[in-house]
């Protein structure tokens, strides 16, 4: 048996098909796992950008409406000790809501409250 | 075994290698994948807790401002649900984003006078918890050493302080001591001054009936008696009070009497309204009056005594009419609350009033 690098008988036809044709198969099998793969780290990369950005115009909402510019949608938010049974006490405020798949949800009081 | 071995099984081998190779790397991407889209969800649930968990504090500590002393919220709160459709509710919708869990406890701080509110929300979505925390700065109360406003045991005002940029608070500690004047001492002032000042028990400075005076000789020089509390404050929150007054009439040599309240501004603080400055100030008990006292003859032969004369407390109106019980004022710098004057309370409309601008820094968030 030669070296690896002196040996030069060569491989046969039916060797290098084999080779190949496993080659092939194998390789079919990974490509929609790396495929898949891949997806995922784009769309969580986009996600990610996504809420940073969502954050940032959420944080930029809060700020406005506490200098008491108008924003997000007039709401109500129900307080009431756990061991009353009677109405609860409705604060009066607005909800700012940003982005479209899985809004960030917040509720800021009236500024100007009796 | 050479890769040009004549023996084909090598070729196969060296396939089978790359294989397990390439086999790794793929699980690895594909787990790394995983990994990453995991995270952006429990990341998007944890944003969005945050942002409720804050919903709740923030709704909650509204909630608590509003409410006067005896009625503050303590406890846990009843459960809070968001959904689209429905908002804020209490009722457990079908569908919902997640729900706030509020617990508002008192802290007690190494001294028991000092106690702090803190506000805990923790919200949940999806599976993922987020806890935010608005605690008070350790409350002022005037009968700290360090104010000695006034005797907490007794309600007796003992001093005036310089201007504290806080919220202070006068409670006078036990059940029957509201604030008053030492009925020992003639002509009395005194200077609470912060911020916003919040009286959490009433003021009767006619004790009841029970306050007296007792002058010796120097009634007959007429000098009035004159006891003033002066509250200088951009916000002032009142319970009930009862101011004293007495006219000379019933006798030419007795002096006039006046127990009263005047609000000041602290310089530079305030709003203006019509080129005057104004603070606000808020009358949350049911009466605001004044009582009218008598002076008799006491044993010598100019000696008075000041004591109560069994009216009625009269209850007090702004000088265009408006009762200030129940209501709430911008104040005029200087108003005596015993004769208010023209232009002096303002009422402000509920749409204005600002109770919590009083308070806007006496929580932080944690």
Known sequence: MGGFWTDESGLTLLEVVVALVLISLITTAFVPMIAASVKFINRAWERYQYYTEARSQMEIQMAKAAQGVAVGRSAKFPIKPESESGPPVMVDGVTIEVGEEGKLVVFIPNKVNK | ?366
Not at chain 2, 254 to 264: C, E, I, K, M
């Open chain 2, 1 to 366: 075994m050479s890769i040009r071995s004549e023996q084909g099984i090598a070729a196969v081998g060296t396939v089978v290698m790359l294989m397990v190779v390439l086999s790794v790397l793929v699980t690895a991407l594909w787990q790394y994948g995983m990994f990453q889209i995991t995270a952006a969800g429990r990341n998007q649930a944890y944003l969005q807790a945050t942002y409720l968990a804050h919903a709740g504090a923030e709704a909650a500590r509204t909630a608590w401002l509003d409410k006067t002393a005896d009625e503050k919220l303590e406890g846990p709160l009843a459960r809070v649900y968001y959904s689209e459709a429905g908002g804020f509710q209490l009722d457990r919708p079908e569908q919902f984003l997640g729900y706030i869990d509020v617990m508002i406890e008192t802290i007690e701080g190494a001294q028991a006078e000092y106690p702090r509110t803190r506000i805990v929300s923790t919200a949940h979505v999806s599976g993922i918890s987020r806890t935010l925390s608005l605690t008070t700065f350790p409350q002022v109360y005037g009968h700290q050493d360090e104010l000695n406003l006034y005797d907490r045991n007794s309600g007796r005002i003992s001093g005036t302080n310089q201007y504290i940029d806080r919220y202070l608070i006068i409670e006078p500690g036990l059940e029957n001591a509201e604030l008053h004047f030492n009925p020992a001492i003639r002509s009395q002032s005194a200077r609470f001054s912060a911020r916003a000042v919040a009286f959490e028990k009433s003021i009767d400075f006619a004790q009841g009936g029970t306050a007296s005076a007792w002058l010796v000789i120097s009634g007959a020089l007429r000098l009035p008696v004159a006891k003033t509390l002066v509250v200088e404050a951009e916000y002032v929150f009142f319970k009930d009070i009862t101011l004293l007054y007495a006219e000379p009439s019933v006798d030419p040599l007795a002096p006039p009497a006046q127990y009263s309240l005047v609000l000041r501004i602290p310089a530079g603080r305030g709003q203006e309204i019509g080129g005057q400055r104004y603070g606000e100030v808020y009358f949350d008990g049911g009466s605001v009056a004044k009582k009218q006292f008598v002076w008799s003859r006491g044993p010598g032969i100019l000696d008075y005594m000041l004591t109560g004369s069994g009216y009625e407390p009269e209850e007090i109106h702004t000088y265009e009419g408006v009762p200030l019980a129940g209501n709430a004022f911008y104040f005029r710098d200087g108003t005596d609350l015993l004769n208010p004057g023209p232009g002096q309370l303002i009422p402000i409309p509920d749409e204005k009033q600002k109770r919590n601008e009083a308070f806007k820094d006496l929580f932080i968030w944690e």
